[in-house]
């Protein structure tokens, strides 16, 4: 059965660097749970940045839906 698998990843583009990728533990039965997930955790990364480290380094959020294959 297919699913699939969220990552998230904080970056910045003044930098270009980008912290580790964050891993969800749930899987999503469609493309579209998992992009919606990834909207809204990426919300709630941000949220955790906080607005002054946002500002000051430019902070944004991107994530993939990839494909994971289960028995």
Known sequence: MTKYLLILQVCSFLT????LPVEMEQK????YECTSAGSLNSLTLLQE???????????????GCFEVYEM
Do not use: H, P, T
């Open 16 to 19: 270009g660097e980008c912290k």
């Open 28 to 31: 999503y039965n469609s493309w």
């Open 49 to 63: 940045e906080g607005a002054e480290s946002i500002n000051k380094y430019r902070l944004f959020v991107q994530f």
